[in-house]
């Protein structure tokens, strides 16, 4: 799509006319490009929407892009919001049963990357990660208690993990966390 049906903003409505661009359809292509895991081509659509953020009203962004039709639509947000928390941040939430899965696609050039005061159900919860010179070091913190967190991601083989300070084995669905604030420590194999 992006080689021969894409303007400035992103695809085009129809290939043939070759003008009109939608953050709805320019989302969804992010969001197809963050489910496939190309993390840095997601990042490029998301980019034409911002590009676009305030131009008709201060603090919105156009249902046509880059400038005209509705200012005020729902789905302006989805094409930012849904490949950065689900997809990016790896962030699925399963709020009934009190359990966050966590399982970061970091874009290329990345060395670090925050979300905070993210709502979850009742609770509301922050996450970095951070690349330092000892290692990884993931940092998820809810406001309320009883609540799990699972961090997946890829580690290098070998790797060790710390949980709070404390050695700590991943299992297959990754590392179970249950306090309030957790720091998740990965060293690669030396």
């Not at 003008?19 to 998301?46: C, K, N, P, S």
């Not at 709502?119 to 919860?125: D, E, Q, R, S």
Request: proline fraction near 6%; include cysteine; aromatic fraction near 10%.
């Amino acid at each position: 799509i992006r080689a021969e049906n894409v303007g400035e903003y992103g695809p085009y409505l129809s290939a043939v006319d070759r003008q009109a661009m939608m953050t709805i359809a320019t989302g969804v292509q992010a969001v197809a490009e963050a489910q496939y895991g190309r993390v840095d081509e997601a990042l490029w659509y998301v980019g034409r929407i911002v590009e676009t953020f305030g131009r008709t009203l201060p603090g919105s962004i156009s249902e046509m892009m880059p400038d005209y039709g509705c200012f005020a639509q729902a789905w302006t947000n989805y094409g930012i919001v849904v490949p950065l928390v689900e997809h990016i941040f790896g962030i699925r939430p399963d709020a009934a049963q009190k359990t966050v899965v966590v399982d970061p696609h970091v874009p290329t050039g990345w060395n670090s990357m925050r979300i905070d005061d993210l709502p979850v159900g009742t609770n509301t919860i922050s996450f970095s990660r951070a690349r330092s010179g000892r290692g990884i070091e993931y940092r998820i913190d809810g406001r309320e208690s009883g609540w799990t967190f699972v961090l997946r991601g890829e580690a290098p083989a070998g790797a060790r993990y710390y949980v709070n300070g404390r050695p700590a084995a991943p299992t297959g669905s990754g590392v179970r966390l249950t306090g309030k604030r957790n720091v998740v420590l990965v060293v690669p194999r030396e």
